[in-house]
C-alpha cells in the first residue's frame, strides 16, 4: 500500500467516525477513490453524487444503486445537496475550487465534511473554508490527520485575494522555446499557471520540424496540451491523453483556440483509451507524484507497455528529474536508450525500438 492509498484510508476511515447522514441525505462526493466508502453512503442516504478528477478512478467504479458518477469535475451550480465530502487534493488552488463549488452547491442547513492530512493540507483548507463559510469546526484530529465541518455558507463571490474564479477556464500566453503559445488552463492541472521547467527542457532539446515530419504522434500525460500542440504544427497526427479530466477539457480548449484539427484529445489512464493504435513517437513529460507522495508508476507503465503502442522502429522521448532514472527501466524494454540532453537537473531521454 503506497502511502497516498494510506492515507485515504485514514482519512475515510476518520470520516466515518464523525460523519453524520439521515436517511433523505443527498450527499455529494468529490472523490471516486473510495469504494466502500460509497457503498456505505448508497446503503444509508437516498442518493449519491460523485464527481471526481481522475477518469481512472471513474473508469473503475463498480455500478452501485443510488450512486451517478458524473464525468464533469464540478457539479452545476443549481443542483443542491444535503451533505458534501472533500477529500483534501494535491495544490491550494484547486482546494479553493472545491470549497467555492461547495459553498455554492450546499443546502440550508447543509454541512460540508473535509478530510485528509493535516501537513498535506488539511489544516489550511479548513482555515480557508472560513471565508466562505460562518462555521468552520475541527472534529477529530489523529494519526496526523484531521477531518472538519463547514457549515452556513457566506460568501456571495469568491474571494478577491484568492484571485481568479477558479472553475472557470483561463487563457495564458506561455513563452515556449518554439514559440509563444496560448493555453486553455484551470487549477487543478499540473503547472497550470506557468511553462513547466521539464517541459521547457524537452522542448528546447528536441528538433520537432525534423523529428516530427510525417509522424503519428501521442503525446501522453498532456496537461494544458503544449507539448501535443506545438506538436501538431509538424506531425501528420497527435492524440493527446491525460488522465486529469480537467486537462482534456484543457487541452480541447487549447486545440480550438489555434483551430488545430490534426490533433485529438482522450481521458485516458496512459494508454487505457487506446486500444491497439500505434504511434511513430510518443512525447512525455510524465507525472511522477501521487498525491502528495513520489510515484514512479506511471513513467514506468509508459515504458513498460509501449510495444503496444509503437511501430516497429518507434520511440519514446521523455524528460523526467533526473535522480529517478527512467533509461534503466527503458533497458529493460527497448534496443536502444539514449540519453538526449542533462542539464543538472533534467534529462531528456530517447528510448528506441521496443523488445
Same mark, same amino acid.
Given at each position: ?11 475515510? %476511515?476518520? +470520516?466515518?467516525?464523525? $460523519?453524520?447522514?439521515?436517511? *433523505?441525505?443527498?450527499? =455529494? #462526493? &468529490? ?92 489544516? %489550511?483548507? +479548513?482555515?480557508?473554508? $472560513?471565508?466562505?463559510?460562518? *462555521?468552520?469546526?475541527? =472534529? #477529530? &484530529? ?214
Amino acid at each position: 500500500m503506497s502511502k497516498a492509498t494510506d492515507s485515504a484510508s485514514i482519512s475515510t %476511515t476518520l +470520516l466515518q467516525e464523525v $460523519a453524520l447522514f439521515d436517511t *433523505d441525505d443527498s450527499v =455529494l #462526493v &468529490f472523490s471516486a477513490e473510495s469504494v466502500p466508502l460509497l457503498r456505505s453512503l448508497a446503503r444509508t442516504v437516498a442518493q449519491v453524487d460523485v464527481y471526481e478528477l481522475q477518469h481512472s478512478y471513474i473508469d473503475k467504479l463498480p455500478n452501485m444503486q443510488k450512486v451517478t458518477v458524473h464525468t464533469e469535475v464540478f457539479p452545476p451550480v443549481e443542483d443542491k445537496f444535503d451533505k458534501i465530502i472533500i477529500f483534501v487534493p494535491k495544490g491550494r488552488d484547486f482546494a479553493r475550487a472545491l470549497l467555492w463549488q461547495a459553498s455554492q452547491v450546499l443546502a440550508p442547513g447543509g454541512t460540508v465534511y473535509i478530510a485528509g492530512p493535516t501537513n498535506g493540507g488539511a489544516k %489550511t483548507v +479548513l482555515k480557508d473554508a $472560513a471565508d466562505l463559510f460562518k *462555521d468552520v469546526t475541527t =472534529l #477529530v &484530529f489523529k494519526k496526523r490527520h484531521r477531518v472538519g465541518s463547514a457549515r452556513h455558507a457566506s460568501a456571495s463571490v469568491y474571494p478577491a485575494e484568492w484571485g481568479e474564479e477558479p472553475t472557470q477556464i483561463q487563457f495564458r500566453t506561455l513563452e515556449t522555446p518554439i514559440k509563444p503559445l496560448v493555453v486553455a488552463t484551470i487549477p487543478g492541472i499540473f503547472s497550470w499557471e506557468h511553462l513547466d521547467e521539464g517541459t521547457r527542457f524537452l522542448l528546447e532539446t528536441i528538433d520537432m520540424e525534423t523529428l516530427l515530419a510525417d509522424k503519428t504522434v501521442l503525446d501522453v500525460g498532456c496537461g494544458t496540451g503544449v507539448i501535443g500542440a506545438l506538436a501538431a504544427g509538424y506531425a501528420q497526427h497527435v492524440t493527446l491523453v491525460d488522465d486529469n479530466l480537467l486537462a482534456v477539457r484543457c487541452t480541447q480548449a487549447t486545440l480550438a483556440h489555434h483551430h488545430i484539427t490534426n490533433a485529438a484529445v482522450l481521458a485516458s489512464d496512459v494508454y487505457s483509451a487506446l486500444s491497439d493504435e500505434r504511434f511513430d513517437i510518443i512525447l512525455s513529460n510524465p507525472p511522477f507524484h501521487e498525491k502528495f507522495d513520489i510515484n514512479a508508476n506511471v513513467a514506468h507503465r509508459i515504458l513498460k507497455e509501449a510495444k503496444a503502442h509503437l511501430t516497429k522502429r518507434g520511440s519514446v522521448i521523455w524528460v523526467a528529474n533526473s535522480f529517478l532514472r527512467y533509461e534503466d527501466v527503458a533497458a529493460e524494454h527497448f534496443r536502444s536508450v539514449e540519453v538526449l540532453a542533462q542539464n543538472g537537473k533534467f534529462t531528456v531521454v530517447q528510448a528506441t525500438q521496443p523488445l
